[in-house]
Protein backbone atom coordinates (compact mmCIF):
# COMPACT_ATOMS: atom_id res chain seq x y z
CA UNK A 1 0.00 0.00 0.00
CA UNK A 2 1.63 3.09 -0.60
CA UNK A 3 -0.15 6.42 -1.23
CA UNK A 4 0.77 10.47 -2.93
CA UNK A 5 0.73 13.43 -0.62
CA UNK A 6 1.31 17.02 -0.79
CA UNK A 7 3.03 18.98 1.67
CA UNK A 8 4.83 22.45 1.02
CA UNK A 9 3.60 22.28 -2.59
CA UNK A 10 5.69 19.14 -3.91
CA UNK A 11 4.21 15.93 -3.61
CA UNK A 12 5.77 12.69 -1.57
CA UNK A 13 5.50 8.62 -2.97
CA UNK A 14 4.81 7.26 0.99
CA UNK A 15 4.61 4.08 2.47
CA UNK A 16 4.36 3.22 5.54
CA UNK A 17 7.53 3.02 7.66
CA UNK A 18 9.52 5.27 5.26
CA UNK A 19 11.55 8.28 6.53
CA UNK A 20 10.62 11.26 4.62
CA UNK A 21 12.32 14.90 4.68
CA UNK A 22 9.20 17.18 4.05
CA UNK A 23 8.98 21.23 3.94
CA UNK A 24 9.64 22.61 7.40
CA UNK A 25 6.09 23.67 8.94
CA UNK A 26 4.77 24.56 12.05
CA UNK A 27 4.42 22.20 14.63
CA UNK A 28 3.65 22.59 18.50
CA UNK A 29 6.76 21.75 20.37
CA UNK A 30 5.15 18.28 22.28
CA UNK A 31 3.66 17.27 19.30
CA UNK A 32 4.61 13.63 18.62
CA UNK A 33 2.55 13.08 15.39
CA UNK A 34 1.53 14.91 12.34
CA UNK A 35 -1.20 13.99 10.29
CA UNK A 36 -0.90 14.38 6.21
CA UNK A 37 -4.48 15.10 4.66
CA UNK A 38 -4.05 16.65 1.23
CA UNK A 39 -3.51 12.91 -0.08
CA UNK A 40 -4.10 12.70 -3.93
CA UNK A 41 -3.56 8.70 -4.88
CA UNK A 42 -3.65 5.98 -2.71
CA UNK A 43 -3.05 2.31 -3.77
CA UNK A 44 -3.63 -1.14 -2.25
CA UNK A 45 -2.91 -3.97 -4.14
CA UNK A 46 -5.24 -3.50 -6.93
CA UNK A 47 -7.61 -1.02 -6.07
CA UNK A 48 -6.65 2.35 -6.68
CA UNK A 49 -8.63 5.39 -5.46
CA UNK A 50 -7.88 8.90 -7.04
CA UNK A 51 -8.82 12.27 -5.80
CA UNK A 52 -10.18 15.65 -7.35
CA UNK A 53 -7.46 16.82 -6.23
CA UNK A 54 -7.69 15.23 -2.66
CA UNK A 55 -9.32 12.08 -1.13
CA UNK A 56 -12.11 12.78 1.11
CA UNK A 57 -11.26 11.42 4.80
CA UNK A 58 -8.24 10.15 3.22
CA UNK A 59 -4.86 11.03 5.72
CA UNK A 60 -1.28 9.95 6.54
CA UNK A 61 0.01 9.97 10.03
CA UNK A 62 3.47 10.97 10.87
CA UNK A 63 5.39 10.77 13.66
CA UNK A 64 9.13 12.38 15.13
CA UNK A 65 11.89 10.59 15.94
CA UNK A 66 11.79 12.68 19.38
CA UNK A 67 10.60 15.40 19.30
CA UNK A 68 9.83 18.35 16.18
CA UNK A 69 12.60 20.58 17.46
CA UNK A 70 15.10 17.48 16.89
CA UNK A 71 13.76 16.31 13.76
CA UNK A 72 14.71 19.05 11.42
CA UNK A 73 17.47 18.01 9.37
CA UNK A 74 19.19 20.79 6.88
CA UNK A 75 19.62 19.68 3.00
CA UNK A 76 22.57 19.77 0.94
CA UNK A 77 24.18 23.31 0.58
CA UNK A 78 23.79 24.38 -3.00
CA UNK A 79 25.42 27.56 -4.66
CA UNK A 80 23.60 29.84 -7.13
CA UNK A 81 25.63 32.19 -9.15
CA UNK A 82 24.28 35.25 -10.91
CA UNK A 83 26.78 36.12 -14.27
CA UNK A 84 26.54 38.44 -16.41
CA UNK A 85 29.19 38.57 -19.27
CA UNK A 86 30.80 42.00 -17.36
CA UNK A 87 34.42 42.12 -15.81
CA UNK A 88 34.00 41.23 -12.24
CA UNK A 89 30.11 40.28 -12.60
CA UNK A 90 29.99 37.85 -10.66
CA UNK A 91 27.65 36.88 -7.40
CA UNK A 92 28.05 33.63 -5.58
CA UNK A 93 25.41 32.96 -2.87
CA UNK A 94 24.90 29.77 -1.01
CA UNK A 95 21.92 28.64 0.27
CA UNK A 96 21.53 25.15 2.96
CA UNK A 97 17.16 24.47 3.01
CA UNK A 98 15.76 22.91 6.22
CA UNK A 99 13.42 19.90 6.23
CA UNK A 100 11.37 17.98 9.07
CA UNK A 101 12.11 14.34 8.95
CA UNK A 102 9.14 11.94 9.46
CA UNK A 103 8.31 8.37 9.59
CA UNK A 104 5.08 7.37 8.11
CA UNK A 105 2.70 5.54 10.66
CA UNK A 106 -0.14 4.93 8.75
CA UNK A 107 -2.20 5.45 5.74
CA UNK A 108 -6.05 6.08 6.28
CA UNK A 109 -8.60 5.92 4.03
Same mark, same amino acid.
Given at each position: ?12 ? !???? $?????? *?????? $?A ?7 ? *? /? ?17 ? !???? /? ?6 ? !? !????? *????? /? ?15 Y *????? $?????
Open positions: MYAIIEQGGKQYK !VSQG $DVVNIE *LTEVPA $DKTIELNKV *L /FVRNGDTVQIGSPYLDGAK !VMAS /FKVSAEES !V !VKGPK *LYPMH /FRRRKASRRRIGHRQK *LQVTI $DSIEV
